[in-house]
C-alpha cells in the first residue's frame, strides 16, 4: 500500500519511502514499479537497539529491527529486511531483498544470494552458499548450500521442491 496514492508520489519525488513488508519478489516488483515512475528516494532504518559492527555496509531501503546482532565485515544489500533476535556471522554477504525472519541464525562466511527468504527460527552453519530467490522454512537449519529457487525445510534441511 502507497499511503497517498500513486499520483501522490509521483506528485512528491523528493519523500523518502519505506518499504516495510517481507515477500522479496513483491518487493522487487514494486521497487521497478517505482523505478519506472521515476522515484529514487528510500529509506534505510536501523533500530537503535540493533547491534551492528562499525564494518558493516548497509544498503538502501534496507530495515533492521531491535535485538539484531551483526558481526563483523557483513554486507546488507539494498531492500533488506532483518526481523528481531536475527544473529548474522562474520564476514557474510547478504545480497538485496533477503528476508530474515525473527530469530534467524546464520553462520560466518555466507553467501545469499539476491530474493532469499528465511522463516523464522531458521539457521545456518558457516560457509553456505544460498542460491537467488531460495526459500528457507521455518525452523530449519542448513547444512549444505542452496540451489537457486529451491525450497528446502528441516533438520537438515532438504530440499522439497
Same mark, same amino acid.
Given at each position: 500500500m502507497i499511503l497517498g496514492g500513486v499520483n501522490w508520489l509521483i506528485k512528491n519525488p523528493n519523500i523518502h519511502i519505506a518499504l516495510g513488508f517481507s515477500r522479496p519478489k513483491q518487493k522487487k516488483s514494486l521497487i521497478t514499479y517505482l523505478d519506472k515512475i521515476g522515484h529514487k528516494n528510500y529509506l534505510t532504518l536501523v533500530h537503535p537497539l540493533a547491534w551492528i559492527s562499525k564494518r558493516v555496509h548497509i544498503g538502501k531501503g534496507a530495515i533492521i529491527y531491535p535485538g539484531v546482532h551483526i558481526d563483523v565485515d557483513i554486507k /546488507?544489500?539494498?531492500?533488506?529486511?532483518?526481523?528481531?533476535?536475527?544473529?548474522?556471522?562474520?564476514?557474510?554477504?547478504?545480497?538485496?531483498? /533477503?528476508?530474515?525472519?525473527?530469530?534467524?541464525? $546464520?553462520?560466518?562466511?555466507?553467501? $545469499?544470494?539476491?530474493? =532469499?527468504?528465511?522463516?523464522?527460527?531458521?539457521?545456518? $552453519?558457516?560457509? $553456505?552458499?544460498?542460491?537467488?530467490?531460495?526459500?528457507?522454512?521455518?525452523?530449519?537449519?542448513?547444512? @549444505?548450500?542452496?540451489?537457486?529457487?529451491?525450497? =528446502?525445510?528441516?533438520?537438515?534441511? @532438504? @530440499?522439497? @521442491?
Open positions: /546488507v544489500g539494498d531492500f533488506c529486511l532483518i526481523n528481531k533476535l536475527v544473529t548474522i556471522g562474520h564476514d557474510t554477504i547478504i545480497n538485496d531483498f /533477503v528476508t530474515l525472519s525473527p530469530s534467524v541464525n $546464520i553462520g560466518g562466511f555466507n553467501q $545469499i544470494s539476491k530474493g =532469499v527468504e528465511f522463516g523464522i527460527n531458521s539457521a545456518s $552453519i558457516q560457509y $553456505i552458499s544460498f542460491g537467488e530467490w531460495s526459500t528457507i522454512g521455518a525452523g530449519s537449519i542448513v547444512i @549444505r548450500d542452496v540451489p537457486d529457487g529451491a525450497t =528446502v525445510v528441516g533438520n537438515p534441511a @532438504r @530440499r522439497i @521442491r
